[in-house]
């Protein structure tokens, strides 16, 4: 298999998570969003220049993390699960899924994007971002109240939805008034496959702030 990526997106972050939960061999090649020449050679295999993006061996394409999730669960049964097999359990977690993708993930990054300046600074899309943060905040923090994951099965792709955003959320949204997810953050920040996540997007990461900075101060 090989997955195309970009180490700081959140949803790449999200596929390469359970990648690492299942124990799973992989071709990683990385995408270089910010150049026209590398993007252009991307949409040749991904016409809609999206990631992430698995291509499978035997051909299969699978674009959208929560796809290649499904896909990894239902081509590997022999590894641990991410979503579970039982039917209700399983809806929490598509739900929970949903939810940390569209209700936390985007607005988080809508946030980010434009106190970082990579975005033109949006009074009206920011106050609807910070509405979303604020309701979901409130949901995750009365759902880990009594339970150590996103949902009662155990370590899910909801976890795997989750915890990537909350990473650019310690910047664009905090949450320390939050003890419930302050105690789910540290626990992911723990688990051995995101702690790989970590080891190389943090850098680039921390490199792409860098040049943010001196870039504004030059101005």
């Keep these: 298999m090989k997955l195309y990526y970009a180490p700081v997106s959140t949803y790449s972050q999200k596929a390469l998570i359970a990648l690492y939960e299942k124990g799973l061999a992989f071709e990683p090649e990385i995408v270089e969003l910010t150049s026209a020449d590398a993007r252009a050679a991307y949409e040749q295999v991904y016409p809609l220049g999206k990631v992430p993006f698995l291509m499978a061996d035997d051909g299969w394409a699978v674009p959208e993390s929560t796809i290649i999730i499904e896909f ?94 909350l990473f650019y959320a310690q910047f664009s949204a905090p949450f320390n008034d939050r003890p419930n997810l302050v105690r789910y953050w540290d626990r992911a920040r723990q688990r051995p496959s995101y702690q790989r996540v970590m080891a190389e997007f943090v850098p680039l990461w921390e490199a792409m702030m860098n040049r943010s900075r001196t870039g504004a101060a030059a101005a």
């Excluded at 977690?93 to 994007?113: A, K, Q, T, Y």
């Excluded at 109240?145 to 909801?158: E, H, L, Y």
């Design 72 to 165: 990894l669960d239902d081509r590997f049964p022999d590894t641990p699960r991410l979503i579970p097999a039982e039917r209700e359990a399983a809806r929490q977690v598509r739900f929970m899924d949903r939810m940390c993708d569209w209700h936390l993930n985007e607005p988080v990054v809508e946030l980010l994007f434009q106190k970082a300046g990579f975005r033109p600074a949006d009074e009206t899309r920011a106050a609807r971002a910070n509405k979303q943060i604020a309701v979901s905040y409130t949901y995750l923090e009365q759902r880990l109240a009594n339970q150590d994951w996103v949902c009662a099965s155990g370590f899910s792709m909801a976890d795997c939805a989750l915890i990537p955003p």
